[in-house]
């Protein structure tokens, strides 16, 4: 398979652990998106990677979230003393340097109780 | 205004039906515009990008109209597998960067027997 993949697929936490997702994207796409969805809202952009480069993050993501793509492939998405409002289906998505569309992965659906 | 504005629906339409969507956007300078398809608790895929000449594929046709700031969806001969989430999406040129995608928050359809 060679589309996006995520890892986990399922976190369950309780509230002020730390958790970090992966994503990796499909091989030749440079750009890699972070967004989050809650029930029956469309995806929130959170953060997108251009190769190694962070090149926007939403100013709703708070200091708790960060993110990384050390050599430009894989990305992490690392959550700090996670909180309740937190819960979420956390999606990953990378792009073709010349195309806009993205393709996203399963999904990480995380839970903080 | 939403940058992005969709009738969230529901639509409940009889398998057989042909069934329209709208979308507005508020950007004039978007360049792109796709359809995705998200299921219950799984992740958006891509149903197909908006070009400006208007495109089909199969039973689904995609419509711009820039002038008005919309795109649309008709979805001919309805089918149960059909039943989804439908998001318009939209890219939001700023800052040298059009890569971005602004989502609509869905339109929700249920094609019933």
């Known amino acids: 398979d060679t589309g996006v993949s995520q890892d986990p697929r399922h976190k369950i936490t309780k509230r002020g652990q730390n958790v970090t997702f992966r994503c990796d994207p499909i091989?030749?796409?440079?750009?890699l998106y972070w967004y989050r969805q809650t029930l029956g809202q469309g995806p929130e952009f959170l953060t997108y990677?251009?190769?190694?480069?962070?090149?926007?993050k939403s100013r709703l993501l708070s200091d708790r979230f960060s993110a990384e793509r050390p050599k430009g492939s894989f990305s992490t998405l690392e959550i700090q003393r996670t909180e309740q409002g937190d819960s979420a289906m956390y999606l990953c998505?990378?792009?073709?340097?010349?195309?806009?569309?993205?393709?996203f992965g399963p999904g990480t659906r995380l839970t903080v109780t | 205004r939403k940058e992005v504005e969709q009738d969230p629906g529901p639509f409940n339409v009889p398998e057989g039906a042909t069934v329209a969507f709208n979308c507005t956007y508020s950007?004039?300078?978007?360049?792109?515009f796709f359809w995705y398809r998200q299921d219950c608790r799984k992740e958006p895929k891509l149903l197909m990008s908006?070009?400006?000449?208007?495109n089909e594929d199969g039973r689904f046709t995609a419509q711009l109209n820039r002038a008005s700031q919309y795109i649309s969806l008709l979805i001919r001969d309805s089918k149960l597998s059909d039943s989804a989430t439908y998001l318009c999406?939209?890219?939001?040129?700023?800052?040298?960067?059009?890569?971005?995608?602004?989502w609509g928050l869905g339109t929700s359809l249920a094609v019933n027997p």
């Open positions: 998505a990378s792009s073709q340097p010349t195309r806009n569309e993205q393709y």
């Open positions: 091989s030749e796409h440079n750009r």
């Open positions: 990677f251009q190769n190694e480069a962070q090149l926007e």
């Open positions: 950007n004039s300078a978007s360049q792109s």
């Open positions: 908006v070009y400006s000449s208007g």
């Open positions: 999406v939209v890219n939001a040129p700023h800052a040298g960067n059009n890569r971005k995608l602004i």
